[in-house]
């Protein structure tokens, strides 16, 4: 081998000759000199051309250096949108046209019914401004209002306004109104939203729909909560109460919240929505629950759910139809005994007469008052014996 190298060498023919020195090393040797360079390895099965063996020249002195990068700008604050989009209300009521009158008039009877029950509703949730009335209403989904106004003392307290509220930790919020559902969440809705308002609205609640529902963790019925309760907007918002009363009462079928809001919109006047809206909830609550509820004795159920006459009228023809039963079968007890007592009176007077008529007397009463008036007959006549 080293004979063929020498003999290589001394002919100063170019030749591509490759020493194993080390197994985990590939040495070759590329130039007429003979020196060697490591020799790159290629990636199994890759059809890359192979890179040249021959060290590149040098960089010229007179060369620029490449540019440096520029500089990553900060990230500005963008409006998170609202992860679930509101769906536009029905272009036309669930009921047919030829009901409307007589579906107006059932609402109008229940809003007077629920008028007398709740004269001036009031707004369950505690609050002190539009911002508190909005936070509120983001922390009562899938929550109770006694469990939200048992929070928001504490939380309003710390963020009064949009700017408090925003200058709070998210740990720190959800600290506070942890015993409420889906906690995590509604902390990040929260400070997100007062820092939203800072940045596009000056600190203040938008008293319109489409700025409302773009801020994160409001929907429609939240929303029309504020645009209702806190700027007067005529507004109907439907929670899981109304929803439930509206089908129940035979107002809408129920298909939707969105279709429940357009049924009730287009049978109640439009000044009558707040009030209708708290209503609504208190009777739900306090007379219409969702599971057992007895609506023969409901107040509203007993006459406005779909069916309440017509079983109405069938309880009271089967009561009809027991009293009358019953008086029969009274005219009866009535008539037999009367024919019981002729009896005793006659077997009384053949006792006087003779022996042979009252043995038999005797032997054949037992059986009439058995069988015609019962034991009661039974005890008569053995008193009279």
Not at 359 to 380: F, I, Y
Request: hydrophobic share 35%.
């Amino acid at each position: 081998m080293l004979r063929q190298l020498q003999s290589r060498l001394a002919s100063r023919k170019p030749f591509h000759f490759h020493l194993y020195c080390n197994p985990l090393e590939n040495i070759s040797v590329s130039s007429l000199s003979g020196t060697m360079q490591p020799r790159p390895k290629r990636a199994l099965g890759s059809n890359a051309a192979a890179p040249s063996h021959h060290p590149s020249p040098p960089p010229s002195p007179s060369a620029s250096p490449p540019p440096s990068p520029a500089p990553a700008s900060a990230p500005t604050l963008t409006p998170t949108p609202s992860k679930k989009k509101s769906r536009p209300l029905p272009a036309s009521p669930s009921f047919q046209p030829a009901s409307l009158a007589q579906l107006r008039a059932k609402a109008a009877r229940i809003q007077q019914q629920l008028a007398q029950l709740y004269p001036q509703p009031p707004i369950p949730l505690q609050h002190g401004s539009a911002f508190q009335l909005l936070v509120a209403v983001m922390l009562s989904a899938q929550s109770t209002d006694a469990k939200v106004n048992s929070v928001t003392p504490q939380l309003f307290a710390r963020g009064p306004d949009a700017a408090a509220m925003a200058a709070l930790e998210v740990p720190e919020i959800e600290g506070i109104i942890r015993v409420l559902g889906l906690a995590p969440t509604k902390a990040r809705n929260v400070q997100r939203m007062s820092q939203l308002l800072l940045e596009q609205h000056g600190g203040q609640v938008p008293a319109s729909f489409a700025a409302l529902e773009a801020l994160p963790g409001v929907g429609h019925k939240t929303a029309s909560v504020v645009m209702c309760q806190a700027f007067g907007h005529p507004a109907f918002p439907v929670d899981t109460h109304i929803h439930r009363l509206a089908q129940r009462w035979g107002l809408s079928n129920g298909k939707s919240v969105e279709q429940t809001e357009q049924d009730l919109k287009t049978l109640l006047p439009e000044d009558s929505w707040r009030d209708m809206h708290l209503q609504m909830i208190y009777f739900g609550r306090e007379h219409c629950p969702a599971q057992r509820h007895d609506t023969a004795a409901c107040p509203v159920c007993s006459w406005a759910a779909p069916g309440a006459a017509t079983v109405a009228e069938t309880s009271f023809q089967a009561s009809g139809a027991a009293g009358e039963q019953q008086a029969s079968r009274e005219g009866g007890r009535n008539r037999r005994a009367r024919h019981g007592g002729n009896g005793n009176a006659g077997m009384a007077a053949a006792e006087e007469a003779t022996g042979a008529e009252v043995a038999s007397s005797d032997a054949s009463a037992p059986v009439l008052l058995e069988t015609g008036a019962g034991a009661q007959g039974a005890e008569a006549e053995g008193g009279s014996r």
